[in-house]
T-cell receptor, first 118, second 113 residues
């Protein structure tokens, strides 16, 4: 079964509104969470990396004031797209890294959230 | 810097035939190599990984991959393709001390009935 969940799976919003996407690790503690975005027919591009309780590290070119990341607990990270615009429409995928089975650190990917900004 | 190349945008294969999806990588140090599959509007599903040990790695759904250090390749293979294998396949690399995956551009596999 899924070990990383994302909510919502789909969101449609008006331009200028803010959208929050949740990423949860379901049966393990995620010491590190990653947020990616994927444009149609393209690969995943890392947006930011966050460790629980500390500020996220953003990749070059990603606006930290635009994409707010909170990693308040070892099982939850949120990505808030502030004042969303049509160009923010994309598929957002989170990933969680932690120790799950047999003490082996592994990274799992969420199912993704499709954002459409009108 | 790490990088991953998947030289083929699209691979077409007939059902029942063997399939190969190619991947080459560049990384400093020892690589961790991964294959993921993505179905439409879905997240990534893990197929297999190479960390160390046997160069031939067996994964989910009958897939396997061979690590070739001299050619810096990690090609994905399956002896007999199924129509349901049609999807987007991503090769990824992570160096042993790195935090993050670097993904290849993806290869779309179409298995024709």
């Amino acid at each position: 079964g899924a070990v990383v969940s994302q909510h919502p799976s789909w969101v449609i919003c008006k331009s200028g509104t803010s959208v929050k996407i949740e990423c949860r690790s379901l049966d393990f503690q995620a010491t590190t969470m990653f947020w990616y975005r994927q444009f149609p027919k393209q690969s995943l591009m890392l947006m930011a990396t966050s460790n629980e309780g500390s500020k996220a590290t953003y990749e070059q070119g990603v606006e930290k004031d635009k994409f707010l990341i909170n990693h308040a607990s070892l099982t939850l990270s949120t990505l808030t797209v502030t004042s969303a615009h049509p160009e923010d429409s994309s598929f957002y995928i989170c990933s969680a890294r932690g120790t799950r089975l047999a003490g082996v650190e592994t990274q799992y990917f969420g199912p993704g959230t499709r954002l459409l900004v009108l | 810097a790490q990088s991953v190349a998947q030289p083929e945008d699209q691979v077409n294969v007939a059902e029942g035939n063997p399939l190969t999806v190619k991947c080459t990588y560049s990384v400093s140090g020892n690589p961790y190599l991964f294959w993921y599959v993505q179905y439409p509007n879905r997240g990534l599903q893990f197929l297999l990984k190479y960390i160390t040990g046997d160069n031939l790695v067996k994964g989910s759904y009958g897939f396997e991959a061979e690590f070739n250090k001299s050619q810096t390749s990690f090609h994905l293979k399956k002896p007999s393709a199924l129509v349901s294998d049609s999807a987007l396949y991503f090769c990824a690399v992570r160096d042993w001390e790195g935090q993050n995956f670097v993904f290849g551009p993806g290869t779309r596999l179409s298995v024709l009935p």
